[in-house]
């Protein structure tokens, strides 16, 4: 079965950056979609970002485009996240998550079949 392990979270200032990643084990990177999801209490699960097996497009939530980075290293077999310019609704456990249905497009709203543990990001002053 594919697990999913993901470091990285820490405490942030405003403005500043972090790096995420998602160690896969079980599988190929080249099987699945995978998504980024965050968790913060009193909230809903919100999607952050996912990226496409076969054509490596990424799909960003509109909260995070153009401040966070998806991509992936099949050879180390991680998925990452780079954050950048964050802020305190940032703040929640970050999720990395496998989907084996065979999408045209990766979509945040899609089944995901394998999920990590989460690493937790908090952002404060």
């Known amino acids: 079965q594919v697990q999913l392990v993901e470091s990285g979270g820490a405490v942030a200032p405003p403005g500043g950056s972090l790096r995420l990643s998602c160690v896969v084990s079980?599988?190929?990177?080249?099987?699945?979609?995978f998504g980024w999801f965050r968790q913060a209490p009193g909230r809903q699960r919100e999607g952050v970002a996912c990226i496409t097996r076969h054509t490596g497009k990424v799909y960003y939530g509109d909260s995070v485009l153009g401040r966070f980075t998806f991509s992936k290293d099949n050879a180390k077999n991680t998925v990452y996240l780079q954050l950048d310019n964050l802020n305190p609704r940032d703040t929640g456990v970050y999720l990395c998550a496998a989907s084996s249905r065979l999408y045209t497009q990766c979509t945040l709203n899609g089944r995901y079949d394998y999920w990590g543990q989460g690493t937790p990001v908090t952002v404060s002053s």
């Open positions: 079980g599988g190929s990177l080249d099987s699945y979609d």
